[in-house]
Protein backbone atom coordinates (compact mmCIF):
# COMPACT_ATOMS: atom_id res chain seq x y z
CA UNK A 1 0.00 0.00 0.00
CA UNK A 2 1.07 3.86 -0.40
CA UNK A 3 1.95 4.82 2.83
CA UNK A 4 3.84 8.43 2.82
CA UNK A 5 6.71 8.60 5.22
CA UNK A 6 8.69 11.53 6.57
CA UNK A 7 12.34 10.32 6.57
CA UNK A 8 14.05 13.01 8.03
CA UNK A 9 13.06 17.24 8.82
CA UNK A 10 11.39 18.61 5.87
CA UNK A 11 11.53 15.44 3.51
CA UNK A 12 9.08 13.09 2.59
CA UNK A 13 8.98 9.89 -0.01
CA UNK A 14 5.89 7.94 -0.94
CA UNK A 15 7.00 4.30 -0.20
CA UNK A 16 5.24 1.00 -1.13
CA UNK A 17 4.72 -1.04 2.66
CA UNK A 18 2.75 -4.21 3.91
CA UNK A 19 -0.79 -3.47 4.56
CA UNK A 20 -1.37 -3.81 7.97
CA UNK A 21 -3.54 -6.58 9.77
CA UNK A 22 -6.01 -7.03 12.69
CA UNK A 23 -4.25 -8.32 15.61
CA UNK A 24 -6.49 -7.57 18.18
CA UNK A 25 -10.08 -8.90 17.89
CA UNK A 26 -11.71 -5.39 19.00
CA UNK A 27 -9.67 -3.53 16.08
CA UNK A 28 -10.83 -2.44 12.76
CA UNK A 29 -8.95 -2.03 9.66
CA UNK A 30 -9.81 0.87 7.81
CA UNK A 31 -9.07 2.33 4.48
CA UNK A 32 -7.98 5.93 4.42
CA UNK A 33 -9.83 8.41 2.63
CA UNK A 34 -9.11 11.82 4.06
CA UNK A 35 -6.32 13.18 6.18
CA UNK A 36 -6.29 16.81 7.17
CA UNK A 37 -2.28 18.13 8.07
CA UNK A 38 -2.70 19.60 11.91
CA UNK A 39 0.01 22.12 13.30
CA UNK A 40 1.57 19.15 15.03
CA UNK A 41 2.37 17.09 11.81
CA UNK A 42 3.85 20.62 10.61
CA UNK A 43 5.98 20.89 13.76
CA UNK A 44 7.26 17.16 13.32
CA UNK A 45 7.93 18.23 9.46
CA UNK A 46 9.91 21.58 10.13
CA UNK A 47 11.38 20.75 13.65
CA UNK A 48 13.55 17.48 15.04
CA UNK A 49 12.18 17.93 18.70
CA UNK A 50 8.84 19.10 19.99
CA UNK A 51 8.96 20.58 23.04
CA UNK A 52 12.19 18.83 24.43
CA UNK A 53 10.94 15.45 22.43
CA UNK A 54 13.20 14.59 19.46
CA UNK A 55 10.82 13.25 16.39
CA UNK A 56 11.97 9.73 16.00
CA UNK A 57 12.38 9.00 11.90
CA UNK A 58 11.18 7.22 10.12
CA UNK A 59 7.86 8.41 10.87
CA UNK A 60 4.39 8.34 9.15
CA UNK A 61 2.20 11.09 10.81
CA UNK A 62 -1.44 11.94 9.97
CA UNK A 63 -4.27 11.59 12.78
CA UNK A 64 -7.10 13.86 11.69
CA UNK A 65 -8.83 11.45 9.52
CA UNK A 66 -12.25 9.91 7.97
CA UNK A 67 -11.79 6.35 6.72
CA UNK A 68 -14.23 3.25 5.46
CA UNK A 69 -14.51 0.20 7.28
CA UNK A 70 -12.37 -2.50 5.67
CA UNK A 71 -12.19 -5.72 7.90
CA UNK A 72 -13.19 -6.28 11.47
CA UNK A 73 -11.78 -8.56 14.00
CA UNK A 74 -14.10 -11.26 15.29
CA UNK A 75 -15.21 -9.27 18.23
CA UNK A 76 -16.00 -6.30 17.08
CA UNK A 77 -20.20 -5.69 16.75
CA UNK A 78 -20.73 -2.21 16.45
CA UNK A 79 -19.16 -1.99 12.88
CA UNK A 80 -18.76 -3.05 9.92
CA UNK A 81 -17.45 -3.32 6.39
CA UNK A 82 -18.40 -0.37 4.45
CA UNK A 83 -19.06 1.90 7.44
CA UNK A 84 -17.81 5.57 6.82
CA UNK A 85 -16.42 6.58 9.89
CA UNK A 86 -14.82 9.78 11.86
CA UNK A 87 -11.69 8.53 13.81
CA UNK A 88 -10.43 9.31 17.77
CA UNK A 89 -6.96 9.22 17.04
CA UNK A 90 -6.12 8.79 20.50
CA UNK A 91 -5.83 4.78 22.30
CA UNK A 92 -5.96 4.81 25.40
CA UNK A 93 -5.46 1.28 27.64
CA UNK A 94 -8.57 1.79 29.56
CA UNK A 95 -6.73 0.67 33.34
CA UNK A 96 -4.11 3.32 34.63
CA UNK A 97 -5.95 5.66 36.80
CA UNK A 98 -6.42 8.49 34.51
CA UNK A 99 -8.77 6.21 32.21
CA UNK A 100 -10.39 5.45 35.07
CA UNK A 101 -11.24 9.23 35.99
CA UNK A 102 -12.38 9.43 32.83
CA UNK A 103 -9.43 11.26 31.83
CA UNK A 104 -8.54 8.45 28.96
CA UNK A 105 -7.25 11.46 26.51
CA UNK A 106 -4.44 12.07 29.26
CA UNK A 107 -3.76 8.12 29.73
CA UNK A 108 -0.61 6.63 31.32
CA UNK A 109 0.29 4.61 27.86
CA UNK A 110 -1.49 6.89 25.40
CA UNK A 111 -0.67 5.84 21.71
CA UNK A 112 -1.52 8.76 19.47
CA UNK A 113 -2.13 7.84 16.01
CA UNK A 114 0.30 9.44 14.08
CA UNK A 115 2.63 10.55 17.13
CA UNK A 116 6.27 9.50 16.14
CA UNK A 117 7.31 6.83 18.61
CA UNK A 118 3.97 5.83 19.69
CA UNK A 119 1.56 4.92 16.33
CA UNK A 120 2.08 5.24 12.74
CA UNK A 121 -0.43 7.70 11.32
CA UNK A 122 -3.28 7.60 8.94
CA UNK A 123 -1.02 9.00 5.79
CA UNK A 124 -0.99 5.67 4.58
CA UNK A 125 -3.94 3.78 2.21
CA UNK A 126 -4.92 1.47 5.50
CA UNK A 127 -4.28 1.82 8.97
CA UNK A 128 -5.97 -0.26 12.37
CA UNK A 129 -7.58 1.28 14.79
CA UNK A 130 -9.40 -0.44 17.92
CA UNK A 131 -13.10 -0.05 17.02
CA UNK A 132 -13.96 2.19 20.33
CA UNK A 133 -11.79 4.74 18.42
CA UNK A 134 -14.38 5.01 14.77
CA UNK A 135 -17.57 6.91 15.30
CA UNK A 136 -20.38 5.99 12.14
CA UNK A 137 -20.19 9.12 9.95
CA UNK A 138 -24.35 10.25 9.81
CA UNK A 139 -25.28 10.39 5.99
CA UNK A 140 -25.62 13.78 5.84
CA UNK A 141 -21.79 14.63 6.84
CA UNK A 142 -19.30 14.27 4.15
CA UNK A 143 -16.26 12.47 4.76
CA UNK A 144 -14.10 16.28 4.86
CA UNK A 145 -16.39 17.13 7.36
CA UNK A 146 -15.60 13.52 9.49
CA UNK A 147 -12.42 14.09 8.90
CA UNK A 148 -12.46 17.49 10.77
CA UNK A 149 -14.24 16.45 14.12
CA UNK A 150 -10.73 16.05 14.97
CA UNK A 151 -9.99 19.92 15.84
CA UNK A 152 -13.62 20.51 16.16
CA UNK A 153 -13.48 17.90 19.36
CA UNK A 154 -10.61 20.01 20.59
CA UNK A 155 -12.69 22.85 20.24
CA UNK A 156 -15.81 21.40 22.48
CA UNK A 157 -13.03 20.29 24.97
CA UNK A 158 -11.76 23.84 24.93
CA UNK A 159 -14.80 25.23 25.95
CA UNK A 160 -15.91 22.68 28.03
CA UNK A 161 -13.47 24.49 30.71
CA UNK A 162 -15.35 27.62 30.38
CA UNK A 163 -18.54 27.44 28.27
CA UNK A 164 -19.70 30.82 28.59
CA UNK A 165 -23.17 32.45 28.03
CA UNK A 166 -24.85 34.01 25.23
CA UNK A 167 -24.09 37.70 26.81
CA UNK A 168 -20.64 37.18 27.48
CA UNK A 169 -17.01 37.84 25.96
CA UNK A 170 -14.44 36.16 24.00
CA UNK A 171 -11.44 36.07 22.05
CA UNK A 172 -9.76 33.86 19.84
CA UNK A 173 -6.00 34.48 19.69
CA UNK A 174 -4.53 32.76 16.54
CA UNK A 175 -7.48 31.92 13.62
CA UNK A 176 -5.76 28.46 11.81
CA UNK A 177 -8.00 25.49 11.89
CA UNK A 178 -8.03 25.10 16.22
CA UNK A 179 -9.11 29.01 16.41
CA UNK A 180 -11.66 28.78 13.80
CA UNK A 181 -13.09 25.43 15.15
CA UNK A 182 -13.20 27.38 18.21
CA UNK A 183 -15.24 30.46 16.85
CA UNK A 184 -17.77 27.93 15.16
CA UNK A 185 -18.44 25.86 18.43
CA UNK A 186 -19.00 29.01 20.25
CA UNK A 187 -21.23 30.09 18.07
CA UNK A 188 -23.32 27.33 18.08
CA UNK A 189 -23.29 27.48 21.83
CA UNK A 190 -24.81 31.05 21.83
CA UNK A 191 -21.71 33.02 22.24
CA UNK A 192 -21.83 36.24 20.04
CA UNK A 193 -19.23 38.88 21.15
CA UNK A 194 -16.03 36.99 19.65
CA UNK A 195 -13.06 38.93 18.89
CA UNK A 196 -10.01 37.48 16.59
CA UNK A 197 -6.66 37.91 15.88
CA UNK A 198 -4.18 36.30 13.23
CA UNK A 199 -1.11 37.63 11.22
CA UNK A 200 -2.49 36.09 7.82
CA UNK A 201 -5.07 37.89 6.10
CA UNK A 202 -7.14 35.29 4.81
CA UNK A 203 -7.10 34.03 8.58
CA UNK A 204 -9.10 37.30 9.48
CA UNK A 205 -11.61 36.64 6.86
CA UNK A 206 -12.37 33.44 7.73
CA UNK A 207 -12.24 34.27 11.54
CA UNK A 208 -15.25 36.62 10.12
CA UNK A 209 -16.84 33.85 8.39
CA UNK A 210 -16.57 31.40 11.16
CA UNK A 211 -18.72 34.61 13.51
CA UNK A 212 -15.96 36.73 14.52
CA UNK A 213 -17.85 40.00 15.18
CA UNK A 214 -14.16 41.75 14.65
CA UNK A 215 -10.99 40.41 13.17
CA UNK A 216 -7.64 41.78 13.41
CA UNK A 217 -3.91 41.22 12.50
CA UNK A 218 -1.21 41.74 15.23
CA UNK A 219 1.30 42.61 13.12
CA UNK A 220 -0.17 45.26 11.66
CA UNK A 221 -2.28 47.35 14.98
CA UNK A 222 -2.62 47.37 18.67
CA UNK A 223 -5.13 44.44 18.67
CA UNK A 224 -5.45 45.14 22.09
CA UNK A 225 -6.31 48.47 22.26
CA UNK A 226 -8.90 47.63 19.19
CA UNK A 227 -10.72 45.12 21.36
CA UNK A 228 -10.68 46.78 24.88
CA UNK A 229 -11.89 49.85 22.74
CA UNK A 230 -15.15 47.84 22.02
CA UNK A 231 -14.86 45.64 25.35
CA UNK A 232 -13.63 48.27 27.77
CA UNK A 233 -14.35 46.21 30.40
CA UNK A 234 -12.52 43.11 29.07
CA UNK A 235 -12.87 40.01 28.26
CA UNK A 236 -14.84 37.00 30.11
CA UNK A 237 -12.22 34.53 28.44
CA UNK A 238 -9.86 34.40 25.74
CA UNK A 239 -8.55 31.25 24.06
CA UNK A 240 -4.56 31.26 22.66
CA UNK A 241 -4.40 29.42 19.53
CA UNK A 242 -1.46 29.92 17.84
CA UNK A 243 1.30 29.01 20.53
CA UNK A 244 2.73 32.31 20.76
CA UNK A 245 4.00 34.29 24.10
CA UNK A 246 2.87 37.69 22.09
CA UNK A 247 -0.67 36.19 22.36
CA UNK A 248 -0.21 35.07 25.76
CA UNK A 249 0.83 38.78 26.73
CA UNK A 250 -2.28 39.97 24.81
CA UNK A 251 -4.55 37.31 26.73
CA UNK A 252 -3.56 38.74 29.78
CA UNK A 253 -4.31 42.40 29.15
CA UNK A 254 -7.76 41.73 27.18
CA UNK A 255 -9.20 39.86 30.01
CA UNK A 256 -11.27 40.78 32.84
CA UNK A 257 -11.25 40.23 36.15
CA UNK A 258 -11.89 36.74 36.90
CA UNK A 259 -11.62 35.77 33.17
CA UNK A 260 -10.40 32.53 32.07
CA UNK A 261 -7.10 31.70 29.80
CA UNK A 262 -7.58 28.56 27.86
CA UNK A 263 -3.87 27.68 26.21
CA UNK A 264 -4.49 25.98 23.17
CA UNK A 265 -2.35 26.82 21.24
CA UNK A 266 1.09 24.26 20.92
CA UNK A 267 4.29 26.51 21.90
CA UNK A 268 7.63 25.24 20.28
CA UNK A 269 9.55 26.81 22.41
CA UNK A 270 10.19 24.92 26.09
CA UNK A 271 8.92 27.80 28.41
CA UNK A 272 6.17 30.47 28.46
CA UNK A 273 5.52 33.37 30.69
CA UNK A 274 3.14 35.45 31.99
CA UNK A 275 3.40 38.91 33.85
CA UNK A 276 2.87 37.67 37.21
CA UNK A 277 1.20 41.20 38.50
CA UNK A 278 -1.63 41.49 36.16
CA UNK A 279 -1.98 37.67 36.10
CA UNK A 280 -2.85 37.66 40.03
CA UNK A 281 -4.20 40.84 40.57
CA UNK A 282 -7.00 40.15 38.39
CA UNK A 283 -7.10 36.49 39.34
CA UNK A 284 -7.03 34.56 36.09
CA UNK A 285 -7.91 31.31 35.31
CA UNK A 286 -5.11 29.42 33.17
CA UNK A 287 -6.61 26.12 31.60
CA UNK A 288 -3.61 24.13 29.55
CA UNK A 289 -5.84 22.16 27.41
CA UNK A 290 -4.76 18.94 26.40
CA UNK A 291 -5.90 17.64 22.75
CA UNK A 292 -9.71 16.56 23.41
CA UNK A 293 -11.32 13.91 25.72
CA UNK A 294 -14.53 11.61 23.82
CA UNK A 295 -15.91 14.68 21.94
CA UNK A 296 -15.78 13.39 18.20
CA UNK A 297 -19.28 11.97 19.24
CA UNK A 298 -20.97 15.21 19.94
CA UNK A 299 -18.88 17.02 17.25
CA UNK A 300 -20.56 14.80 14.15
CA UNK A 301 -23.56 15.25 15.91
CA UNK A 302 -23.52 18.58 15.57
CA UNK A 303 -22.37 18.59 11.89
CA UNK A 304 -25.43 16.60 11.58
CA UNK A 305 -27.86 18.59 12.63
CA UNK A 306 -25.88 21.84 10.58
CA UNK A 307 -25.49 23.51 13.83
CA UNK A 308 -21.78 24.21 12.85
CA UNK A 309 -20.62 24.29 8.93
CA UNK A 310 -17.18 23.69 9.41
CA UNK A 311 -16.47 22.23 5.32
CA UNK A 312 -14.94 25.67 4.40
CA UNK A 313 -12.07 24.64 6.28
CA UNK A 314 -10.68 21.97 3.71
CA UNK A 315 -9.70 24.45 1.02
CA UNK A 316 -6.53 22.98 -0.03
CA UNK A 317 -6.49 19.60 -1.40
CA UNK A 318 -3.07 17.16 -2.68
CA UNK A 319 -2.80 13.69 -3.73
CA UNK A 320 -0.17 11.03 -1.76
CA UNK A 321 1.84 11.57 -4.67
CA UNK A 322 2.02 15.79 -3.87
CA UNK A 323 2.57 14.99 0.01
CA UNK A 324 5.57 16.95 -0.01
CA UNK A 325 3.82 20.09 -1.35
CA UNK A 326 1.04 19.30 0.40
CA UNK A 327 2.99 19.88 3.86
CA UNK A 328 4.80 22.38 2.11
CA UNK A 329 1.93 24.49 1.94
CA UNK A 330 0.30 24.09 5.38
CA UNK A 331 3.60 24.72 6.59
CA UNK A 332 4.19 28.21 4.49
CA UNK A 333 0.82 28.81 5.08
CA UNK A 334 0.51 29.46 1.40
CA UNK A 335 -2.15 30.12 -0.77
CA UNK A 336 -4.84 30.68 1.83
CA UNK A 337 -4.57 27.40 3.31
CA UNK A 338 -6.61 26.79 5.45
CA UNK A 339 -6.82 22.99 6.31
CA UNK A 340 -4.54 21.69 3.68
CA UNK A 341 -5.55 17.61 3.24
CA UNK A 342 -4.20 14.93 1.25
CA UNK A 343 -7.02 12.54 -0.29
CA UNK A 344 -6.23 8.89 -1.22
CA UNK A 345 -9.51 8.03 -2.46
CA UNK A 346 -12.69 10.60 -3.60
CA UNK A 347 -15.75 10.26 -1.98
CA UNK A 348 -18.21 12.25 -0.54
ZN1 LIG B 1 -4.81 17.63 15.02
ZN1 LIG C 1 -4.89 4.56 30.57
Redesign the pocket.
Known sequence: MKTIVLTEVSKLELRNAPKPAITTDTDVLLRTIVV?L???DIHYFTTDSIAGEKVAHPAVLG??VSAVVEAVGPGVTSLKPGDRVAVDPAVSCGTCDQCRAGRPHTCRSLLFLGSPGEKDGALAEYFVMPAANCYPVPETVSMAEAMLT??LS?ALHALSFWPGSPGQTMAVLGAGPIGLSVILAARAAGIEKIYATDRIVEREDAARLAGAVWAGNPDRGDVVREILSRQPLGLDAVFECCGVQSALDQAVDLLKPGGTLAVVGIPLVERISFPSGPLRRKEIRVQSVRRQNRYVKRALLLLSARLIEIGFLANRDFRPEDAQAAFETAAGRKDGALKVTISFQAIK
Do not use: M
Request: charged share 20%; hydrophobic share 10%.
Open positions: GCGSHEEPI
